[in-house]
């Protein structure tokens, strides 16, 4: 078994593609139309999705908003340095909700984004670099 993907419904797809490529460094995977459905899904991710488990945008053309509610946490991402990842997304014109930094009671060094929805993506520091 393995993890295969993370599902957020947005509601501006074009908006939210060019956050997770732009701004995140994801590559558009593959993304189709269901007419039937009125609704469109869009994968992207940092590798193929047949070796990396990669985000799944759902866009119900008929849906203006969404609640996010209080159960969602946040997305992880590892990046070679939080503090220019967080100066390249400020650049961009993305959304830095807590400055790079280390976390509190620890030593770990991270900063929190928010995509055009909200949803919060967490930024931390490759420990492999």
């Not at 509610?69 to 830095?96: F, P, R, T």
Request: aromatic letters at 10%.
């Amino acid at each position: 078994m393995r993890l295969l993907h993370t599902m957020l419904r947005v509601t501006d797809l074009e908006k939210s593609v060019s956050f997770y490529t732009d701004l995140l460094g994801m590559r558009l995977l593959r993304r189709k139309d269901y007419p039937g459905g009125k609704f469109t899904l869009a994968f992207l991710g940092y590798g193929n999705e047949s070796d990396n488990t990669v985000l799944e945008l759902t866009h119900n053309w008929d849906v203006s908003a969404y609640e996010l509610g209080n159960a969602y946490g946040h997305i992880a991402i590892a990046v070679d340095d939080v503090y220019e990842a967080c100066d390249l997304i400020k650049s961009k014109g993305g959304s830095v909700i807590r400055d790079a930094g280390p976390m509190k009671n620890g030593t770990t060094v991270l900063a929190f984004v928010e995509d055009p929805d909200g949803y919060m993506i967490e930024l931390l520091q490759d420990k492999h670099q």
